[in-house]
T-cell receptor, first 117, second 114 residues
């Protein structure tokens, strides 16, 4: 089975620009979560998508938005980039038999490292 | 508020010795507890979880963790450390009504010296 793949692996943007990060779920998984991991910190939950709809959101402003596609892949979009958005963005997929629960095990991708100058 | 704490930024252990990485949590209701490991330039990998049942949970690579409700702890342990266990370890907590939100600790860097 294929794991979670993310692209791009590295990118550099300037303040005010917009960025789109992409994620392909592990085969058979139907739920995608996005996390932001700043340097030296643990991952912070951004949001989760299930059945192409947002199914929970952390404390991130609306300029962080996402999509899930019918093949369960996902995008994370960040508008009006700020310096503090510099981080490793992790995508994680899981299999939910019904509405996703906190008990599901996450399979993570290697991440997209975003640098905002 | 729901939270998880890893009180040690770094743990140093000699190869062959037992290791413990500490984790405490604060959750209203019954917690779901996890340990993940992160190697350099890699995503997080699942090690083990506690949902319900036996308080001692066994996971990948010989790791185990014990759920202690009275102390609200979920410490990660291994009887004999390997140099290859050196990595960044994250404790995480969730709960039934969390709408799938999982809170991660700040991480503990485990260093095993030969």
């Amino acid at each position: 089975e294929t794991g979670v793949t993310q692209s791009p692996t590295h990118l550099i943007k300037t303040r005010g620009q917009q960025v789109t990060l992409r994620c392909s779920s592990q085969s058979g998984h139907n739920t995608v979560s996005w996390y932001q991991q700043a340097l030296g910190q643990g991952p912070q939950f951004i949001f989760q998508y299930y059945r192409e709809e947002e199914n929970g959101r952390g404390n991130f402003p609306p300029r962080f938005s996402g999509l899930q596609f019918p093949n369960y892949s996902s995008e994370l979009n960040v508008n009006a980039l700020e310096l503090d958005d510099s981080a490793l963005y992790l995508c994680a997929s899981s299999l939910s038999g019904g509405p996703p629960s906190g008990a599901n095990v996450l399979t993570f991708g290697a991440g997209s490292r975003l640098t905002v100058l | 508020a729901q939270s998880v704490a890893q009180p040690e930024d770094q743990v140093n252990v000699a190869e062959g010795n037992p290791l413990t990485v500490k984790c405490t949590y604060s959750v209203s209701g019954n917690p779901y507890l996890f340990w993940y490991v992160q190697y350099p330039n890699r995503g997080l990998q699942f090690l083990l979880k506690y949902i319900t049942g036996d308080n001692l949970v066994k996971g990948s690579y010989g790791f185990e963790a014990e759920f202690n409700k009275s102390q609200t702890s979920f410490h990660l342990k291994k009887p004999s450390a390997l140099v290859s266990d050196s990595a960044l370890y994250f404790c995480a907590v969730s709960w039934y009504s969390s709408a799938s939100k999982i809170i991660f600790g700040s991480g503990t860097r485990l260093s095993i010296r030969p």
